[in-house]
C-alpha cells in the first residue's frame, strides 16, 4: 500500500479560505443560510469553514449544524458488522432556508443522496448547495456536483482519497492512497 500527498496543510488552509470567500460571494451575512456537515467527516470541514466565516470574515449568527446519515443510507443493513450512528445537531428551523452541505470527499453520490432524504425531517429547504473539500469526479454513481470544491482528484476505484484533520489525526493532510 502506498500513499502519495495530495494537499499539505498549507495547501488546505488556501482551499478552506477560497470556499469561505465563495461562499460569502454567494450567501452574503448567511441570514437565510445554513451550514450542514454530513457526519461523520464532513463535521470536521464544517467547524472549520464556520470558523474561519465568524473569525477572519466576522460573519455574525453563522448556523451550523451537523446531520448524521447512517440510517437513511441505501446500503443500510448490508455490511456484515452493526453501523454506529453519530450525532445529529440542528437546533434551528432549515423551512424555506438556504442549506449548504458540506463533506470532505465526493465520491459516488450516495451520501448526498441519504442527507437529501435526511434533511427532510427537519422542513423543507429553499435551496441546497454541496460544498466538498476534494470531488473524485469519476467515481459518481448517482448524477449528484458540487457546487463549491477545493480539489477535483481522478482518482481510480482501487484508490482512495483520505482526508486527515488535525483535531482528530494530528495534521491537515490529504492523501491518495493507493490499496
Known amino acids: 500500500m502506498s500513499q502519495k500527498v495530495l494537499l499539505n496543510a498549507k495547501e488546505v488552509n488556501i482551499i478552506l479560505h477560497r470556499l469561505a470567500c465563495q461562499l460569502i460571494e454567494n450567501h452574503n451575512d448567511f441570514s437565510e443560510t445554513v451550514l450542514i456537515g454530513l457526519q461523520p467527516r464532513g463535521k470536521y470541514l464544517a467547524d472549520r469553514l464556520a470558523k474561519i466565516l465568524q473569525d477572519d470574515y466576522k460573519i455574525k449568527n453563522l448556523k451550523k449544524g451537523d446531520l448524521d446519515i447512517t440510517f437513511f443510507r441505501d446500503d443500510f443493513r448490508r455490511g456484515d458488522k ?21 463533506d470532505d470527499v465526493l465520491y459516488t453520490g450516495r451520501s448526498i443522496r441519504a442527507a437529501l432524504t435526511a434533511i427532510q425531517s427537519f422542513g423543507r429547504p429553499n435551496n441546497i448547495e454541496l460544498l466538498t473539500l476534494i470531488d473524485r469526479r469519476f467515481s459518481r454513481h448517482l448524477p449528484i456536483q458540487p457546487n463549491y470544491r477545493g480539489r477535483q482528484v481522478d482518482a481510480i476505484n482501487g484508490e482512495k482519497v483520505k482526508v486527515n484533520w488535525v483535531e482528530n489525526e494530528g495534521e491537515d493532510t490529504v492523501y491518495l492512497i493507493n490499496k
Do not use: G, R
Open 82 to 102: 452493526p453501523l454506529e450512528a453519530n450525532t445529529t445537531e440542528i437546533d434551528f428551523i432549515v423551512e424555506d432556508k438556504n442549506v449548504v452541505f458540506i
